[in-house]
């Protein structure tokens, strides 16, 4: 099935659909957002003497509600500039208008008796062949669209965003009786490519799939936390970062989401699944009822789990819910020796055998959940999915969970995962005993550097489906490994092209990984045709490893300090003039270093969700490692004619006094660390990789020379250093910065400005550099910016002295 999609409607603006509305606004799509009109005015509007005929008063629900949406934090916009592509309407007025579009989405209140009329009207004005789908958390599909034409049915399907729709990847595609088959691959297709979604077909049952195997763990663990003695601190202890689980972990994401929401899941889930065999699950717990009688719903409410209340003396402090009371009290610190013991396990993926042989409350815990859990997703095929992958695929998009159940259950062993089953009192399903009777000992391998899964029918392993567009650094390590360090990992990523991934704590860039670097370019040039520097770690990089400077700074090892620092300056030019051409990939946090490493490549590809910024000033320093001249370089290069060159220069000192981070790859644009026509943005993550490589490959294909190293970098001098200075006076003055800020940024200035040279003239990259690194040095020497540094190896925020 060939479609383009041009433009999208999205019928209803509430919080999921203002939120997809933005996301397809995100990667380009006109978009059209229609939602009711007031039935009466407000106050404001009969101040004025507007009436329910005048335009603005129709259109002010959708209105409010996208600009609600535009408003929050995080933004579910890429760009602000983005939002220009959302046209706002209402059903009335501006229905016809559905005519013009590719796609129909339906995001209005979850009532099958109100969807259905929406339906009727929107078939009135819908263009045969236009796709028309259901945004449903769990409303069967086939009741929605009973008594509507062949044509309406035969292109209409569930399509579950998870809310934010930009973050959350989760899209999954529920197929009614009659959906074309064309169209589930053409949304499976779209979802991955455009959307940046991990996509996955569903049946069309109660909650689907993320839901249905989320929620059961959530009402699980409100089961068994009173019958465990465990408190609200010591659950979210427990389910959180140290099992690969978000921050949020399970009490306050509840908050977040709202308690009500989970109810009504939950509910859902038992009056429509009575053969469940965990059916007495989702029956509310007593505690969860009375929060709901007294509307403590979490965050939207004021209090849920967590109360946010001011002391005494104004400051805020985070009240917990204490489970047997139901009164709030101030949070108790969450211990236990088992997770102590996986402090030292960098992959979450390995902590899971330890966790479960702890002998506290911990293992106790874990054995209970994960036996609990795996029976139950056991039970879950065929009903919910043919294939097992899948859900662990909804876990981890829609759930952000590292690891899906049956990936946990591999790291754990079969054989153990069928003991804590048997612990918890339950029954594996029939297939499971199939598999291991067939001699398997897995649910996925890895073969020929692509993922296999066991197929359940076919009783065998079978090639996941829709990786041909991926390159998997996991499935090849091993396997395409062309050196190693413990900073680094070498991958020959095929068609002459190497990936250099970090394997550092947080991807820091220390001595091993420059050493890996270094080597990464040595083979490239030697034997490959390009280079990329890409991991899938969950962040790029956060910046040059701190602790090393500071423990060489507090020894005052000032010359091996400044070897280190020539040695990563060295590392990045090598990058920049290498005879091969480099391409940086970019994703999550990109900080300092990570940030310079990009400034330096030939081509950045970044994934959509990136936040990269210049964020040295944090910790009492510039940018060391070329950051800094690459700021001056780039503001020479952006000077036109007749340009008052000072404010040019002026914008590209902000970026890095201000220690400006981008919220996303496109805002990097604004800050002059992507370059637009020569840097690209890809939305899937997981393509990035492998874009990375193409062009790589394209750049080495078309004839690749080697650049010539810059000598023709205009810089302004006393000009621009005396605007500079004169600048950061004011700010100290106005007590807008502190005095050790001004230091710094005055360091910055003379790098920027090429020292005080007695007018604009011509430098090189490399007097820049030396000039850099000495004002890095000089700083490194300041008490106050040691005491920075110090402070954010302990605590992780910067401190303002």
């Known amino acids: 099935m060939k479609k383009h999609i041009k433009k999208v409607a999205v019928i209803g603006s509430g919080i999921m659909g203002s939120g997809i509305a933005c996301h397809f606004a995100n990667i380009g799509v006109e978009v059209l957002l229609l939602d009711i009109i007031p039935r009466e005015l407000n106050d404001k509007e009969a101040k004025k003497g507007l009436t329910l005929e005048d335009a603005v008063v129709r259109n002010r629900l959708v209105n409010e509600a996208l600009a609600k949406s535009l408003k929050s934090k995080p933004s579910p916009i890429y760009h602000s500039k983005f939002a220009s592509r959302i046209t706002t309407g209402n059903l009335e007025d501006d229905l016809p208008k559905i005519a013009e579009v590719d796609w129909i989405i339906e995001v209005v209140v979850e009532r099958l008796d109100i969807k259905k009329q929406v339906f009727e009207q929107i078939e009135k004005y819908r263009k045969p062949g236009t796709l028309i789908t259901s945004n449903t958390s769990g409303i069967p599909i086939a009741f929605m669209s009973e008594g509507r034409s062949d044509d309406f049915q035969e292109n209409f399907c569930g399509t579950h965003f998870f809310n934010p729709p930009r973050y959350l990847k989760l899209f999954e595609i529920i197929p009614g009786p009659k959906t074309r088959p064309e169209v589930l691959s053409f949304l499976n297709t779209y979802g991955e490519k455009f959307l940046g979604k991990t996509a996955v077909v569903a049946k069309d049952t109660p909650a689907f799939i993320g839901n249905r195997i989320g929620i059961f763990s959530i009402m699980s663990l409100f089961h068994a936390v009173k019958e465990m003695g465990l408190t609200v601190e010591e659950v979210d202890k427990l389910t959180g970062p140290v099992i690969g689980r978000p921050k949020s972990a399970t009490f306050r994401t509840v908050d977040v989401v709202g308690l009500d929401t989970l109810i009504h ?3 859902g889930i038992g009056e429509n699944c009575p053969k469940d065999e965990r059916h007495e699950l989702f029956q509310l717990p007593d505690f969860i009822k009375t929060m709901s009688d007294n509307n403590w719903l979490g965050s939207k409410t004021g209090q849920g789990f967590y109360k946010k209340v001011k002391g005494d003396k104004g400051k805020s402090e985070i009240l917990s819910l204490d489970l047997d009371t139901l009164e709030y009290r101030s949070k108790k610190r969450a211990n236990f020796a088992s997770l102590e013991l996986t402090k030292p396990i960098d992959k979450v993926i390995e902590r899971f055998p330890v966790l479960i042989g ?3 409350k911990a293992g106790e815990f874990y054995r209970r959940s994960f036996g609990a859990l795996f029976a139950y997703v056991s039970h879950r095929i065929p009903e919910i999915t043919d294939e097992l992958y899948k859900i662990d695929d909804a876990m981890k998009a829609g759930f952000g969970w590292e690891h899906g159940p049956f990936q946990i259950w591999d790291a754990i062993g079969l054989d153990k995962g069928l003991a804590l089953i048997e612990e918890a009192g339950q029954e594996p399903a029939a297939w499971i005993n199939d598999l291991k009777g067939g001699g398997e000992t897995s649910f996925y391998t890895v073969k020929d550097g692509a993922t296999y899964y066991y197929d359940i029918p076919r009783k065998e392993q079978v090639k996941k489906p829709g990786q041909d567009a991926f390159i998997i650094l996991d499935n090849i390590r091993k396997s395409n490994e062309v050196f190693k360090n413990s900073g680094v990992v070498i991958e020959d990523l095929g068609d002459g092209i190497l990936n250099c991934e970090f ?35 969950a962040n790029f990089s956060v910046g040059a490893n701190i ?24 590392t990045m030019m090598r ?15 990109c900080l300092g270093g990570g940030c310079e490493l990009s400034l330096h490549a030939d081509k950045v590809v970044a994934a959509a969700e990136t936040y990269i910024g210049l964020v040295e000033f944090g910790v009492g320093v510039i ?3 070329g950051g800094s001249k690459e700021m001056a370089l780039r503001a020479s290069d952006s000077f036109r004619k007749n340009d008052v060159e000072l404010n040019v220069l002026q914008e590209y000192f902000l970026t890095i006094g201000m220690a400006k981070v981008s919220t996303s790859a496109y805002e990097a644009y604004d800050l002059g660390i992507l370059q637009k026509g020569k840097d690209v943005v890809v939305v899937n993550k997981d393509r990035q990789i492998a874009t990375a490589k193409a062009y790589a490959k394209l750049m080495a294909e078309s004839g690749y020379t080697q650049p010539v190293r810059r000598k023709d970098v205009k810089v302004l001098g006393k000009q621009a250093l005396g605007m500079f200075l004169v600048g950061t006076d004011s700010m100290e003055a106005a007590h807008y910065i502190s005095e050790h800020d001004k230091k710094i940024a005055d360091k910055l200035a003379y790098v920027m400005a090429g020292g005080d040279l007695s007018e604009s003239s011509y430098v090189s990259e490399q007097y820049l550099l030396d000039i850099e690194r000495e004002a890095f040095l000089s700083l490194c020497t300041e008490r106050k910016t040691l005491e920075r540094i110090q ?3 302990k605590t992780g925020k910067p401190l303002r002295n």
């Open 575 to 589: 990058m920049r003039y290498s005879a091969i051409p480099t391409i940086a990939a970019p994703h999550g946090m």
């Open 265 to 267: 899941v939950a509910n």
């Open 623 to 625: 940018p060391g490692g």
């Open 547 to 570: 602790g090393m400077i500071f423990m060489l700074a507090v020894e005052q090892e000032y010359d091996e300090l400044n070897m280190a620092i020539k040695m990563f300056q060295d």
């Open 791 to 793: 402070h954010m190896l």
């Open 503 to 537: 394997q550092s704590k947080m991807n820091t860039i220390g001595g091993d990984v420059i050493a890996g670097l270094n080597k990464a370019i040595d083979l490239a040039e030697k034997d490959f045709q390009g280079l990329v520097i890409g991991n899938q770690a």
């Open 358 to 360: 702890g002998k506290d």
